[in-house]
Structures are given as structure tokens and as C-alpha cells.
């Protein structure tokens, strides 16, 4: 029998659902001047400066392949605020008459940003130990709390968050959905960052909620304005060097307790015209509580080799989400959309290295306009173990034709899907226009019924493997975008899937961008002063 907080998810679930009738519950009309701030501060904190965000590594693309090849970049401010900038920084600004808006390294669904980052730092050689806050506008950080005892030096953490308001501000109820995509976006981010210093990063799976929301000062309500409160995500721990002693868990949290907190957020400046107590009801029902280390690793497997010798640092403040694609040009070469499919393969390679869970989340793919291969409907599992659990799932039509040698890439139906691809994702054309899009279907029922809190879990692993197709995209040559509005059950129905073993969570389309011309493109951070 199901448990409430299960119960709750599964009716959140599909009360926000899209329909081809009906969309799920959002606002009526859009206030532009109610927008939330996209950028949070804390007044009243000390503010520590980072070096000027903008410096270049000489880090391959290629060499995400071998991660342990890269040389350790040493610790210090300057390589701290490049790991910071490349996570969660701002990568240009667009402007559009009067109008002008940001664009950071991590994602997010309508360039929302939900997701709020965090530095815990215990080297006293760096700076002062304590907690901290990135403010990525400004790129600096303002230190929240200042540990009293730093004589146990772990180095570096980071902490993540999401304020729900922002999202829910456009989507309404089913913004909840799109704070975990982006949460997985910006471990993505994250790690892909680290990996062009030459350093790794952890999971820290043994924090619950309550937890963290401790270390990184989200319980102290009075900081925050009502309805402007930050949810904790997770917590990762920063490797820069080979060896690093265990995490003292424990001393983290006493640390923290202990410390000397300053600070208030700022308003976000938002009226909150509407609610939305369905966010806040299943926010609770998916808490996680305290849990033992999650330590899977997939094995080694063979993977087809970049052949991108373009600086890394490059690819990944370029990446953007496209808006258009011109389905005229020619096809996506064989290699590079057999190269995306390796990439996103659960395998001890970045950034899967950094997931401690094995893989739930499978593709379908639209296959349009990919050189050499017949349009039609694919399907690449990503484990061994579901195949079968997939075919008993779908239709008894599907063909499970093995189409390559190298890859568990599937043809099920031959045929030209656009318009297809195009009505389930919300009727959206970059989903037709594109070389190849894709639904991502989840174990949805049995992870739910291990844990509830793994509902957000499927989400951040569909924002990671978004983050490798992003990436993995820029480095073709070509680009990328996140869809998270699509019919639900009637992608269910296309594939035959008939009750909760499987779900679709999250969309991703690819193909070569139509480049809005009346669109001005101005450097990430011409606004900050000279030094």
C-alpha cells in the first residue's frame, strides 16, 4: 500500500500533468513588473570579492574524457571563483530594445533560476571558515556564518537550494517539476566546472533535509520574507586534491550550530498575487530524511571519444538554450549523434561519476534528420537490467531492433515522427525542427515506493543527463533545449505505457539554432567595474 507521502506525490503528479484539453494550473496573466528577482542577496553579511570572472584554463573538451588526466589546478581564490563562475555564473547578457536580460552556465526552465548556490568552506588558508553565499550578478560571496571552530578542515562544500516562487511566479503548480530539473542541471554544472580545474566532486547522501537546510541557515525563517523561503537540495563536497580525509558530518553540523550568523535576505521584490499550497504539500511529502551513504558506480564501459579539441572553459559559456531550428540544413552526422548517446550512458566518466544511484531514466527518441540513420523512434535504455521491463511496458508493435554495436540503441518504429515530436511537446516546433528529440522516461513506481523522496531524485538525474546533451551538443557544433512542457499521458500513449511503471519527466530536442538577429549579445560581467 502506498504511504501518504506517496499518495501525495502521485496525486501531484498527475494533477499537473498537461493535457491536450487542459494545461496544469498556472496564472492567468503574467506581470512582467512582478517578475522575482532572479539574483539573491543577503544585507547586513560581510562580502568576501572574487577575482575577475573571466579567466580561460587550457582544459580540453576532449579531455572531459579522462578527467583524471587533467592536472589539479591548486586551491585558491582565483580557481574557486572560476568553479563558482563556470557552475552558476552569468555566461552573456541578450538585449532586445529596452529589454535586457541575463544568461548564466546552469539552466533553468524559462531562465527562472530557482536553484540558490552555497559555499561551506573550512580552509582558514582561503578564507575565513564558515558558510557563504554566491551571488553570481555581483560574482561574490557573502559570508552568512562564521564557524567557530575550524580545526577540522574538509575543505570545500557546496550547498544547493531552490526557491520555489520563482518558478511557480510563471508555471504555477507545475513549477515544482522544473526546480528539481534545474537542480540536476546545476549538479551537472557543477561537476563539469570541477572537471576543468582537475578536480571531482561528491554527493553527500547522507545529509537529510533538515540537515542541510541547518548548514546552510535555510531554518532560520526569520531571515527570510514569507513565501520567499529556500527549499535544500543537497550538499556536495569539493575534491581538489587526491586525498582528502573522511567528511566529519557531525563537526559540520556542531560547526554551524556553533557559528556566528549575520544577514537577512532581500525581498525578491515579488507581489505573489497567486498561491500555490499544492508546491508546498508535496515539497513536504518528498522531503528526505536521513539516510545511509549511497555509494553505486557504474562500471567502465566503452565510450565513443570526443573529438572536440575546443577549450572546455569555451564550450561552457557558450551553451545556450536554442529557440529556433532550421530544419532545412543538413543532417546531424552519425558520429556526433552517436557520440551525445555515449555521453549520457551511466558509466565512471563525467558527470555520472558524481551519481551515487543507479540509472532510472531511459530515452525515446525522435530521430528526424540524423545522417544515415532512418527517421523513426528509437530507444537507448541506459542499464542492462530494464530492457525487458521496457518492452512488457510498451507496445507489443515496437521492433527492439538492435542498431548498433556500440550503443544498447534500440529502432522500435520506422517513420517520420515531427509532427509527432512537435503536438506532445506542448505543440512546440523545436521539437519537429530539430535533428533528433527525445522523451525521458522514468522507473517511476518502484523508486517511489522504496523511497518518496526519490520523485525529486528522477528529476535531477533527467536535469543531468539535459546538462551532458547540452554540453555534449555545443561541442557538435549545433545546440540544444529543454522542453519541460509536454503532454504527459499522451506521450505515455504514443509508447503504450498504460499505468505508473514508467513516466515521462522531462523533454530535450537538438538541432542546428536559427539565431534571433534582432538580438543584441553583450558580455557576462561588462557591469562590473574595471580593476
Known amino acids: 500500500m502506498p504511504t501518504p507521502s506517496t499518495t501525495t506525490i502521485l496525486n501531484y503528479h498527475n494533477r499537473t500533468k498537461h493535457t491536450l484539453e487542459r494545461y496544469a494550473k498556472s496564472p492567468d496573466t503574467l506581470d512582467w513588473d512582478d517578475q522575482p528577482d532572479p539574483f539573491r542577496r543577503f544585507s547586513g553579511c560581510e562580502v568576501v570579492p572574487l577575482p575577475r570572472p573571466g579567466a580561460m584554463l587550457q582544459t580540453l573538451f576532449a579531455q572531459f574524457d579522462t578527467p583524471h588526466?587533467?592536472?589539479?589546478?591548486?586551491?585558491n581564490r582565483a580557481s574557486l571563483g572560476l568553479l563558482l563562475e563556470l557552475s552558476f555564473g552569468l555566461s552573456a547578457w541578450k538585449a532586445y530594445g529596452p529589454n535586457r536580460w541575463s544568461l548564466r552556465c546552469n539552466p533553468s526552465s524559462g531562465n527562472l533560476h530557482p536553484t540558490e548556490a552555497y559555499l561551506i568552506n573550512t580552509d582558514g588558508m582561503l578564507m575565513k571558515p564558515g558558510l557563504y553565499h554566491y551571488v553570481s550578478y555581483d560574482h561574490h560571496l557573502e559570508q552568512r556564518c562564521q564557524f567557530a571552530d575550524p580545526s577540522n578542515d574538509v575543505g570545500?562544500?557546496?550547498g544547493l537550494s531552490s526557491v520555489h516562487w520563482r518558478e511557480a511566479w510563471k508555471y504555477g503548480e507545475r513549477a515544482y517539476r522544473y526546480c528539481q530539473h534545474d537542480t540536476g542541471h546545476a549538479l551537472g554544472a557543477l561537476r563539469y566546472a570541477a572537471a576543468t580545474l582537475g578536480w571531482s566532486i561528491e554527493l553527500v547522501t547522507r545529509y537529510s533535509d533538515d540537515e542541510t537546510a541547518f548548514l546552510l541557515g535555510l531554518n532560520r525563517s526569520h531571515d527570510f520574507i514569507d513565501n520567499e523561503h529556500e527549499f535544500p537540495d543537497f550538499i556536495c563536497r569539493i575534491h581538489t586534491r587526491s586525498n582528502h580525509a573522511p567528511l566529519p558530518a557531525q563537526a559540520l553540523l556542531e560547526a554551524a550550530r556553533?557559528?556566528?550568523?549575520?544577514?537577512?535576505?532581500?525581498?525578491?521584490?515579488?507581489?505573489?498575487?497567486?498561491?500555490?499550497p499544492v508546491i508546498d504539500e508535496v515539497a513536504h511529502a518528498?522531503?528526505?530524511w536521513h539516510t545511509a551513504d549511497a555509494n553505486w558506480q557504474a562500471a567502465p564501459q566503452h565510450l565513443i571519444k570526443s573529438v572536440c579539441h575546443t577549450s572546455a572553459v569555451d564550450i561552457i559559456r557558450s551553451r545556450r538554450s536554442a529557440?529556433?531550428?532550421d530544419g532545412t540544413l543538413?543532417?546531424?552526422?552519425?558520429?556526433?549523434?552517436y557520440r551525445m548517446l555515449s555521453a549520457v550512458l551511466p558509466a565512471?566518466?563525467?558527470?555520472?561519476?558524481?551519481w551515487p544511484w543507479s540509472p532510472k531514466v531511459h530515452l525515446f527518441i525522435f530521430v528526424h534528420r540524423v545522417e544515415g540513420l532512418p527517421s523513426g523512434l528509437y530507444a537507448l535504455p541506459r542499464s542492462t537490467d530494464v530492457l525487458q521491463k521496457l518492452k512488457a511496458a510498451t507496445l507489443a508493435d515496437f521492433a527492439w531492433q538492435t542498431v548498433s554495436d556500440d550503443l544498447p540503441l534500440y529502432q522500435l518504429y520506422p517513420g517520420d515522427f515531427r509532427q509527432t515530436a512537435k503536438t506532445l511537446s506542448c505543440r512546440q516546433a523545436i521539437a519537429g525542427d530539430s535533428a533528433f528529440s527525445l522523451a525521458m522516461l522514468a522507473e517511476f513506481s518502484e523508486p517511489l515506493e522504496e523511497q518518496a523522496w526519490n520523485y525529486r531524485r528522477l528529476f535531477w538525474e533527467c536535469g543531468l543527463i539535459g546538462q551532458v546533451l547540452y554540453l555534449e551538443a555545443e561541442a557538435a557544433g549545433v545546440r540544444g533545449t529543454g522542453i519541460g512542457c509536454f503532454f504527459d499521458d499522451s506521450v505515455h500513449e504514443i509508447f503504450g505505457i498504460k499505468d505508473n511503471s514508467f513516466q515521462s519527466l522531462y523533454h530535450f530536442t537538438v538541432g542546428r539554432p536559427l539565431e534571433d538577429q534582432r538580438l543584441q549579445t553583450l558580455p557576462a560581467y561588462g557591469h562590473l567595474p574595471a580593476l
Open 258 to 276: 556553533d557559528g556566528v550568523w549575520s544577514g537577512k535576505a532581500d525581498s525578491l521584490r515579488a507581489y505573489h498575487l497567486y498561491k500555490w
Open 286 to 288: 518528498a522531503k528526505k
Open 330 to 337: 543538413s543532417p546531424l552526422p552519425s558520429s556526433d549523434f
Open 156 to 158: 570545500l562544500l557546496i
Open 323 to 325: 529557440q529556433h531550428f
Open 348 to 354: 565512471a566518466k563525467i558527470p555520472f561519476d558524481s
Open 69 to 75: 588526466l587533467i592536472p589539479k589546478q591548486p586551491l
